[in-house]
């Protein structure tokens, strides 16, 4: 079983860790660790400001959800092993196969949940805009949105008939 690295899909992950994805049975187990071992990590870590880079907790204005790039090596370290330690009998086996000392360590299966967490939970991720949604919340209106993209985008120097029109 090959290590993968934190920005490769659900997918790719499930079987590097030997799960189908088609599987229900193996989709719960997915969920139980991202659920009851990952996101309580997660929640831990947003408690307050001292797992952050110390130029990021000394801005004032900073507040959750935080960043993964804002959080400090050695507290992602922390946050990877601890929910290895405390994962439940039924996925502990699941995790125990992620332990590695390479590029992916101390472990490749927490890392990658975690990761997931905080990228799921990013107000600029892109998928929560795709879905009409601003991260207030409130609905987009998709013609005001398209039209803010063609304003916003700057027009590159050749013709693309997809971005461009047909004449």
Not at 85 to 101: K, M
Not at 132 to 160: F, V
């Amino acid at each position: 079983m090959s290590p993968v690295g934190p920005r490769v899909s659900k997918e790719e992950f499930m079987l590097a860790l030997g799960l189908n994805p088609q599987d229900a049975q193996h989709e719960q187990y997915y969920r139980a660790m991202r659920q009851d071992e990952a996101i309580i990590v997660y929640n831990r870590m947003h408690q307050d400001t001292s797992h952050l880079l110390d130029s990021v907790r000394a801005d004032p204005t900073t507040r959750p959800p935080f960043f993964w790039h804002h959080i400090r090596p050695d507290r992602q370290r922390w946050a990877i092993t601890e929910i290895w330690r405390n994962a439940a009998p039924l996925t502990r086996p699941l995790f125990d196969r992620g332990g590695t000392n390479g590029e992916y360590g101390p472990n490749w299966v927490s890392g990658w949940l975690l990761y997931s967490v905080f990228r799921s939970r990013d107000v600029r991720n892109n998928r929560n805009r795709r879905k009409g949604e601003t991260s207030s919340g409130a609905e987009i209106d998709p013609k005001k949105a398209k039209q803010n993209e063609e304003t916003a985008s700057p027009k590159k120097g050749y013709y693309d008939p997809v971005r461009n029109g047909t004449l």
